[in-house]
Nanobody, 118 residues
Framework: VQLQASGGGLVQAGGSLRLSCAAS????????FGWFRRAPGKEREGVSW????????HDVDSVRGRFTISRDNDLNTVRLQMNDLKPEDTAVYYC????????????WGQGTQVTVSS
């Protein structure tokens, strides 16, 4: 299984970015996906996750209403649309996958840097 995250970059506060996670080696329907981030000097935190069929999503309070997670199982891709970005969103963002019946995130991508300037 491989997860390849992309789409990070440098953006001004209030701007938008869209992250993508390309998955291979797994059956998409059987996996929930999540986006996590680690800011400098902070613990890794979960940002958003989405169920295998895409019908259920969850966002952490700090991004709710600004970030939207989605998936296209036919394209083996999970995306995170990030709008109204804030400097505190600056972090390395990782995508992760787990079988729908598990609670631990088994597979991780390599991370993509998001930097939001004020």
């Amino acid at each position: 299984v491989q997860l390849q995250a992309s789409g990070g970059g440098l953006v001004q506060a209030g701007g938008s970015l869209r992250l993508s996670c390309a998955a291979s080696g797994l059956r998409m329907d059987d996996y929930a996906f999540g986006w996590f981030r680690r800011a400098p000097g902070k613990e890794r935190e979960g940002v958003s996750w989405i169920s295998g069929n895409g019908r259920t999503t969850h966002d952490v309070d700090s991004v709710r209403g600004r970030f939207t997670i989605s998936r296209d199982n036919d394209l083996n891709t999970v995306r995170l649309q990030m709008n109204d970005l804030k400097p505190e969103d600056t972090a390395v963002y990782y995508c992760a996958a787990r079988e729908f019946y598990r609670s631990d995130w088994k597979y991780w991508g390599q991370g993509t840097q998001v930097t939001v300037s004020s």
